[in-house]
């Protein structure tokens, strides 16, 4: 069992920064894959980027390539998402995700423990 608790949300100008930091709590959390996705009002649920159990492999989704950054700390238990030139439309609740797996995964359903999600809001 994996508790997740994402922090760092908050409301920022468009070409601003946020990071969002997740805390995992429960055992063996190298062994899990992680990722976070975001959902828009309106909108389903989307992929936004992934992290292998070493940290050795990542994956973005288009949209977000070249501007978040994911990483983790398997010491500190955390996984953290820098955003950077963030634009009005990456404004949405942004949820952590954990997986059992050696690899990396942009599919929602492949993720069995969700937070609670943390909400990220971008002017223009």
């Known amino acids: 069992q994996v508790r997740l608790v994402e922090s760092g949300g908050g409301l920022v100008q468009a070409g601003g920064s946020l990071r969002l930091s997740c805390a995992a709590s429960?055992?063996?959390?190298?062994?899990?894959?992680m990722g976070w996705f975001r959902q828009s009002p309106g909108k389903e649920r989307q992929f936004v980027a992934t992290?292998?159990?070493?940290?050795?492999?990542?994956y973005y989704a288009d949209s977000v390539k070249g501007r978040f950054t994911i990483s983790r700390d398997n010491a500190k238990n955390t996984v953290s998402l820098q955003m950077n030139s963030l634009k009005p439309e990456d404004t949405a609740v942004y949820y952590c995700?954990?997986?059992?797996?050696?690899?990396?995964?942009?599919?929602?359903?492949?993720?069995?423990?969700w937070g609670q999600g943390t909400q990220v809001t971008v002017s223009s």
């Open positions: 995700a954990a997986t059992l797996g050696t690899d990396v995964y942009i599919a929602e359903q492949t993720y069995d423990y």
């Open positions: 429960g055992r063996s959390f190298s062994s899990y894959a």
């Open positions: 992290i292998s159990w070493s940290g050795g492999k990542t």
